[in-house]
């Protein structure tokens, strides 16, 4: 089982920069992969990134941010980053970070374990 804490949201302007960080309280996230979705009022909940716990590190993007956010781990693996640059108002929502075992995955509903979620808000 993993607990999954997550910091870094707040308000920006569109153009800016922000990064999220979600850690697995008291361990590390070895063997699961870890998962960025959001969801914006009023709609479904979406994917955003993905990566791997493997040693060769896989990586995966939602189009619509492809280009503008990385995914990435710190060298602990306790500590998932996604850092968000050239944020634009539709980038508003509610960002969560989970983690699955053995599949790495697009879908919300592979996902076994959730962070509490961390409000980021775009301004025009």
């Known amino acids: 089982q993993v607990q999954l804490v997550e910091s870094g949201g707040g308000l920006v302007q569109a153009g800016g920069s922000l990064r999220l960080s979600c850690e697995a309280s008291g361990r590390t996230f070895n063997p699961y992969h870890v998962g960025w979705f959001r969801q914006a009022l009023g709609k479904e909940r979406e994917f955003v990134a993905y990566?791997?716990?493997?040693?060769?590190?896989?990586?995966d993007y939602a189009d619509s941010v492809k280009g503008r956010f990385t995914i990435s781990r710190d060298n602990s693996e306790s500590t998932v980053y996604l850092q968000m640059n050239s944020l634009k108002p539709e980038d508003t929502a509610v960002y969560y970070c989970?983690?699955?075992?053995?599949?790495?995955?697009?879908?919300?509903?592979?996902?076994?374990?959730w962070g509490q979620g961390s409000q980021v808000t775009v301004s025009s």
């Open positions: 989970a983690a699955v075992l053995v599949k790495l995955s697009r879908v919300v509903t592979d996902y076994n374990y």
């Open positions: 990566i791997s716990w493997w040693s060769g590190v896989v990586t």
